[in-house]
């Protein structure tokens, strides 16, 4: 076996490369065991929704500030240390938290190596080639929960996820085809649309709601346009995320372009809580929530 080791390999890379496995806690419980979950650090909002689902809190995690702003709920407990910007988190203040596991978004924010100097990590895709979010998310619950051995809590969610479900369809049941507009307005002249590949498409899809939005999307499942572009879209229902915008929002709908726009005149738009995006399970229950109150019972 000793001539398929590098010698060029040192100790350090290779304990890197072993705290970057998921398979070194996945081996069985007693390795689960070593994670402290009082000491578990989430860089980006998917995985504190994640642990969160688990019924973990957070010792500590990215831009607490910014969270009340796009996510909302669910609400953060009392606690939770700040550890600066999703993007670029103040890693010598991580070094000093001596974190038993640092989750993160693949992809986004400090790369997989640096985080390995601190702590083992895990990093999580919020969509892939399928284009289904709301499933990446529940395989992304399982293997945490697995990872942490706490496979009985993220089975116990998924099945309170699809019973909440299965009792908010009905509520939608005599829409008929009337589809749904879902955006936030992004500046006076730009609107992010959410269409297909999201995690709410897949959500509408459960309950049987048209999203009006066809057109193109990226790998997240949205779609930045120009505020002209929404004029195309008739007989439905226009639903926006506040994003604590409310000035600009005010100088948009002073406009005549919005003011023109068919469900303006038909007074079918309407502002509703910040719902994260890009979020996976507990996002898609919010979601759900916030669709029946605003156009469950509208035919």
């Known amino acids: 076996m000793s001539e398929l080791i590098n010698p060029l390999i040192s100790r350090r890379q290779l304990l890197a490369a072993l705290a970057l496995s998921p398979l070194l806690f996945k081996m069985d419980n007693t390795h689960a065991a070593v994670i ?8 980006e ?6 642990i969160l689902a688990l019924g973990v809190t957070p010792y500590a995690m990215a831009d607490i500030a910014n969270y009340q702003t796009w996510v909302g709920e669910p609400k953060l407990p009392d606690g939770i240390i700040d550890v600066g910007l999703r993007t670029e988190p103040n890693l010598e203040l991580l070094t000093q938290l001596k974190p038993s596991l640092i989750l993160y978004s693949a992809g986004y924010g400090p790369s997989p ?3 390995a100097r ?6 999580f895709n919020f969509n892939d080639a399928s284009g289904k ?8 619950l399982t293997e945490l929960g697995e990872m942490l051995g706490m496979q009985q809590a993220a089975s116990d969610h998924l ?4 019973q909440f479900i299965e009792r908010m369809k009905p509520r939608f049941a005599g829409r008929g085809d009337k589809p749904v507009l879902l955006m936030t307005l992004l500046d006076p002249r730009h609107a992010l649309i959410i269409g297909k590949s ?3 498409q897949q959500v509408m899809d459960l309950l049987g709601v048209k999203n009006a939005w066809s057109g193109e999307t990226n790998f997240w499942g949205s779609a930045v346009v120009g505020l002209e572009r929404l004029a195309a879209v008739k007989d439905a229902d226009v639903i926006c995320f506040d994003h604590n915008n409310d000035a600009e929002m005010a100088r948009v709908a002073a406009t005549p372009l919005w003011k023109a726009m068919p469900f303006v005149r038909q007074n079918r738009f309407q502002r509703v809580p910040a719902v994260w995006l890009y979020g996976a ?15 469950g019972s509208r035919a």
């Open 36 to 43: 402290d979950p009082q000491r578990i650090v989430a860089l």
């Open 113 to 115: 190596e640096k985080m």
């Open 133 to 140: 979010p709301l499933s990446v998310a529940r395989q992304s």
């Open 159 to 162: 099945l309170k996820f699809d």
């Open 118 to 123: 601190i702590a083992p990590g895990l990093g």
């Open 281 to 295: 399970t507990l996002s898609a229950m919010n979601f759900t929530t916030m669709l029946a109150k605003a156009i």
């Open 45 to 50: 909002w998917l995985p504190v929704e994640l």
């Open 198 to 200: 999201s995690l709410f």
